[in-house]
């Protein structure tokens, strides 16, 4: 199901957590799920991922993850407040030190000049409320080695599976503020809470 440097990348994340003791869960929209998939293809995997949301919905994310309706209502499902909302609540729910979620815009449709198609948002919340989220956008070009972050492998695996490139990335500092608290001065509302192609 998955080429063999996306299965390398899985491994290398698996590895790094197990080093640390750490469990991850994920939460997916756009990627329906793969980032789990690819984690999980490697054998294990099951003393290190402990879970994994399929929130592909407003509602889902809202439900599962307890993301604030007003965070997707003000910046969209497609957001950095979104995303840092989606794993601090898989952080919450789960019995995992660690969550990373995904949030993009996938396409056909659906995109507009500040959200084009092949964007997306990555974000890693740890239990002591550090939240970091990252800003990419799809390149249809293999992920880099070198672009491995060793800080944040749970990003780099995310990443590996929308096959995307680094862009400039916000980051948020250590805090136990619910999602909606998150700000990113670089991203402005823009357009519905949700649009065709985007999750």
């Given amino acids: 199901m998955f080429d063999p440097e996306t299965l390398t990348l899985a491994e290398s994340v698996l590895t790094a957590y197990r080093t ?6 994920t939460a997916e929209s756009c990627t329906g799920g793969l980032v789990a998939a690819a984690l999980t293809a490697i054998a294990g995997s099951s003393d290190v991922v402990e879970r994994g949301f399929v929130t592909y919905s407003n509602e889902a994310k809202i439900e599962m993850l307890a ?17 840092a909302a989606m794993a601090r609540g898989a952080v919450r729910r789960a019995a995992a030190d660690v969550a990373v979620s995904i949030t993009g815009i996938v396409g056909p449709g659906g995109g507009t000049s500040q959200k084009p ?22 390149q249809h070009q293999p992920l880099r080695r070198d672009l ?25 500092e250590p805090d136990h503020r619910s999602g909606d608290e998150a700000h ?3 991203q402005a509302p823009d357009g519905p809470a949700a649009g065709q192609g985007s999750q």
Wanted: aromatic share 4%.
């Fill in 20 to 25: 640390r003791g750490w469990h991850v869960a």
């Fill in 67 to 83: 993301v604030p309706s007003d965070t997707i209502a003000a910046h969209g499902a497609v957001s950095a407040q979104t995303a």
């Fill in 117 to 138: 198609v092949g964007l997306v948002y990555l974000g890693v919340a740890r239990r002591d409320g550090a939240c970091r989220v990252e800003r990419r956008r799809e």
């Fill in 148 to 172: 491995v972050d060793d800080d944040e492998p749970g990003v780099v695996m995310a990443a590996g599976c929308r096959d995307t490139r680094r862009s400039p990335a916000p980051h948020y």
């Fill in 184 to 186: 990113d001065p670089a």
